[in-house]
């Protein structure tokens, strides 16, 4: 049985903050910590190689880096780095990113995203696992070979829509979401993995869900708090129709976080009752939870602590 585990995204202010902060994590029990890359903004992995020199146990994971602007050997350099410094505990997450961000941002063209990540986690896994690689395919050609192996690297990939979950199903260790309701991840998300690891006649790998959390006892501050938090993903057009395709047509029309959605996707409450949110991921099958906390209330500090200390304690129960 894989082993259920909670961790948390560590991003926000400098660098010195994100490494103090997985340091904290650290200390008060939360067992893996993430990061995010996008656009110019601070990169995860090179934040990850001073965290891991600071630290000795906590998990380290990109959720995600995306695969555009980093050639998938560049990748491996730096991954090389990571699990010598922190062996065991470095897990790879890479992803297309979105069509604005990268069009806007760098220029690419946002092409075949599928068939990108698909010949990304092809040319990672095969360098990273076997050591070398010799690959030609439509976005990428990689020709190299590592001076040794470390097949014991997850390398995952974000998923969002069936043809993504199916991808990491056949090619990758496991699927990171990002505010997928639940239903939609059981019912439409994991038989698009299934399918995907029968079709390469592997086993099924890891579902992992990144899920905002905001322990809180007003639902009227935890719905202005997420909307002014969790950014505008009804807008974008994928993460729209996921919406949809999971029953909430609203994203589609309007284009803004509802009431429902915010309540499909962001687990709030009470201790006890984001405890049995999480608990009901872990009973059908998710693997591993991030959580970006949400604060709410006048005093964000003491929210923010609220959740982690509620985090680790569930941590600590699993």
């Given at each position: 049985?894989?082993?259920?585990?909670?961790?948390v995204a560590a991003?926000?202010?400098?660098?010195?903050?994100?490494?103090q902060?997985?340091?904290?994590?650290?200390k008060?029990?939360?067992?893996?910590?993430?990061?995010?890359?996008?656009?110019a903004?601070?990169?995860?992995l090179?934040?990850?190689?001073?965290?891991?020199?600071?630290?000795?146990?906590?998990?380290?994971?990109?959720c995600?880096?995306?695969?555009?602007?980093r050639?998938?050997?560049?990748?491996?350099?730096?991954?090389q780095?990571?699990?010598?410094?922190?062996?065991?505990?470095?897990?790879?997450?890479?992803?297309?990113?979105?069509r604005?961000?990268?069009e806007?941002?760098y220029?690419?063209?946002?092409?075949?995203?599928?068939t990108?990540?698909?010949?990304?986690?092809?040319?990672?896994?095969?360098?990273?696992?076997?050591g070398?690689?010799?690959?030609d395919?439509d976005?990428?050609?990689?020709?190299?070979?590592?001076?040794e192996?470390?097949p014991?690297?997850?390398?995952?990939?974000?998923?969002?829509?069936?043809?993504?979950?199916?991808?990491?199903?056949?090619?990758a260790?496991?699927?990171i979401?990002w505010?997928?309701?639940e239903?939609?991840?059981?019912?439409?998300?994991?038989?698009?993995?299934?399918?995907?690891?029968?079709l390469?006649?592997?086993?099924?790998?890891?579902?992992?869900v990144h899920?905002?959390?905001?322990v809180h006892?007003?639902?009227t501050?935890v719905?202005?708090?997420a909307?002014?938090?969790?950014?505008?993903?009804?807008?974008?057009?994928?993460y729209?129709?996921?919406?949809?395709?999971?029953?909430?047509?609203?994203a589609?029309?309007?284009?803004?976080?509802?009431?429902?959605?915010?309540?499909a996707?962001?687990?709030?409450g009470?201790?006890?009752?984001?405890?049995?949110?999480i608990?009901?991921?872990?009973?059908?099958g998710?693997?591993?939870?991030?959580?970006?906390?949400?604060?709410?209330?006048?005093?964000?500090?003491?929210?923010?602590?609220?959740?982690?200390?509620?985090?680790?304690?569930?941590?600590?129960?699993l």
């Open positions: 049985m894989a082993v259920k585990t909670i961790g991003m926000g202010g400098d660098s010195k903050a994100v490494i902060r997985i340091e904290d994590f650290e008060i029990g939360i067992p893996a910590a993430w990061l995010t890359t996008g656009g903004g601070l990169d995860g090179t934040l990850f190689g001073a965290a891991a020199v600071n630290t000795t146990d906590i998990k380290l994971g990109t995600i880096t995306p695969t555009w602007p050639h998938p050997i560049t990748t491996v350099q730096q991954v780095v990571l699990e010598g410094l922190a062996p065991g505990r470095f897990r790879l997450g890479v992803g297309p990113s979105h604005p961000s990268i806007q941002t220029g690419f063209d946002f092409r075949t995203p599928l990108n990540l698909r010949e990304y986690l092809q040319i990672v896994t095969k360098l990273l696992k076997d070398s690689v010799e690959f395919g976005h990428y050609h990689a020709h190299a070979s590592i001076a192996a470390m014991n690297v997850p390398v995952m990939a974000s998923a969002l829509r069936p043809g993504s979950f199916r991808t990491c199903g056949e090619l260790d496991g699927a979401s505010v997928c309701p239903e939609y991840l059981r019912d439409v998300a994991m038989p698009a993995m299934e399918e995907g690891a029968k390469a006649n592997r086993t099924v790998p890891a579902m992992v899920t905002p959390v905001c006892d007003d639902p501050e719905y202005f708090s909307r002014e938090q969790l950014g505008n993903y009804p807008r974008l057009p994928f729209a129709k996921m919406f949809a395709a999971a029953g909430y047509p609203e589609l029309d309007n284009q803004q976080w509802s009431d429902r959605m915010i309540n996707v962001v687990f709030s009470t201790e006890r009752q984001v405890e049995d949110r608990r009901s991921l872990f009973d059908w998710v693997s591993e939870i991030i959580v970006t906390v949400v604060t709410a209330g006048s005093d964000r500090s003491k929210s923010t602590q609220r959740t982690l200390e509620t985090l680790a304690g569930i941590a600590s129960r």
